[in-house]
């Protein structure tokens, strides 16, 4: 039986990208192999913590303490109580960490999950043979390119590629962290890898908070130098840190 190590499992809105706002079931998995600078889930790294923190219920933020490796039905069961009745068919984002270190689980539990749910995966865009043993049942990807100049660690723009590659045919955007210290040179490569796949890939400049923060007109400067290579480029901010929400 598959088991899984997940951090916590909360509802709330999505805070990032183009599907800002929308009422998401988050499924944060344990463990991540990089160690970017400017990382705002540091409890998420370790790859075995032995709790899980999902939320109790809609009605309160409270969270109860789950014994890790949880199984698919104990996830399930978790994801369940949290689903707002109602019409609208609810997105389950799998988040972290990186959710795609633990794709055998994935492969054995999303079968079950994407009859009632849209599956919305987060991902730092590097394990792109992970990806592909599970594309078919992702619904949304939400990528990162990791901007060398940002995050303190080597590029990684082949894996991007590949990765990026991998996720044709699927709903999907990338998202570029952009800190004080982002070079336009990366932009500018980031921009490149995207438009060789599909210039039409939305890109997402994220700016980041507090002391690593980018200048406004350094921000503003980026969007227009990947302007001049995409067709789609924007500017968004982490809402939820806004809105003061899970």
């Known amino acids: 039986m598959k088991t899984a ?3 916590e499992v909360f509802s709330s809105v999505q805070g990032e990208g183009p599907r800002l706002g929308e009422r998401h079931i988050f499924v944060r998995f344990q463990g991540c192999h990089i160690r970017c600078r400017f990382c705002d889930t540091p409890a998420a790294l370790q790859p075995k913590g ?13 969270r109860e303490a789950v014994d890790n490796p949880m199984t698919a039905q104990q996830l399930s069961e978790l994801c369940a109580r949290l689903v707002v009745p109602g019409r609208s068919r609810q997105v389950l984002s799998l988040t972290g960490g990186e959710p795609l270190l633990q794709r055998d689980f994935l492969s054995a539990w999303l079968p079950r999950m994407r009859p009632l749910f849209r599956i919305y995966l987060e991902t730092n865009g590097i394990l792109f043979e992970a990806l592909q043993q599970v594309v078919d049942l992702i619904d949304v990807v ?33 998202k570029a962290v952009v800190t004080g210290d982002t070079s336009e040179a990366d932009i500018i490569t980031a921009a490149g890898i995207i438009a060789g796949v599909d210039p039409s ?6 700016p ?7 200048e406004p ?5 980026f ?15 982490q809402v939820h840190l806004m809105l003061q929400v899970p």
């Open 5 to 7: 190590f997940v951090d």
């Open 50 to 62: 032995a709790v899980c923190r999902p939320q109790r219920s809609l009605v309160s933020f409270e």
């Open 201 to 206: 890939i939305s890109l997402i400049l994220q």
């Open 208 to 214: 980041a908070t507090g002391n690593a923060a980018p």
């Open 217 to 221: 007109a350094l921000l503003l400067a």
């Open 142 to 174: 939400s990528m990162d390119i990791k901007l060398p100049s940002a995050t303190g660690l080597h590029p990684f723009w082949e894996e991007h590629r590949k990765f990026l590659a991998a996720c044709r045919g699927k709903e999907c955007f990338v």
């Open 223 to 237: 969007q227009e130098t990947a302007m001049g290579i995409l067709n789609d480029v924007r500017v968004i901010p």
